[in-house]
């Protein structure tokens, strides 16, 4: 009963656009995949690629991939400053990354470096406050991604002129391993 909703493109971020190999483009767009109904739960997204030509002529649309949300989806938080933090996931699978943010009016963290979009994707950006009882003061800034491919990515955060923070993200293809291949 997986439904995708014409018009119901959903990204808090703009339409990735990439290079096609032969001076095209393609232009990636993220559907949000509901269960029956406009209304109903979320249970996933799809990414399609809109490719056009080096004249600008669309040359066709194909689904690139898909990925499952979870309700128990995992979500990282920073463990320091000064290493990178280890996440794990499968291809298909959603991560969260949540950073602490002191003041909820404003966003106070970007993405501080290019990551490799073959293996995760970003979905969605942004903010709640912390589950209770952690302890934590304020509120989070959660940066939702989609694990795409197999493989190792760093994902790095930067809040102003402070030094970054880095989240080594490996991603295990359907066997449960992570590719070894470079690329």
Partial sequence: DLS???GDRY???IPDVEMGTKGGVHII???RLRERC???AVLGHAWYSFEFDAKGIFAGARLMAISITRDKATVVRPASKAAP???ATSVGEELTIALPVKDAAASEWILAKAFDTAKVRLIEHSHVAPPTGNGAAGTEELWKFAA???GTTE???Q???EKPITFKVVVRGAGGHASTKKQ
């Fill in 4 to 6: 995708l909703w014409p």
């Fill in 11 to 13: 990204s808090t971020e």
């Fill in 29 to 31: 767009v993220n559907y």
């Fill in 38 to 40: 406009h209304s109903c």
């Fill in 85 to 87: 933090t280890s996440a």
């Fill in 148 to 150: 795409l491919g197999a």
């Fill in 155 to 157: 994902i790095a955060f």
């Fill in 159 to 161: 809040k102003g002129a």
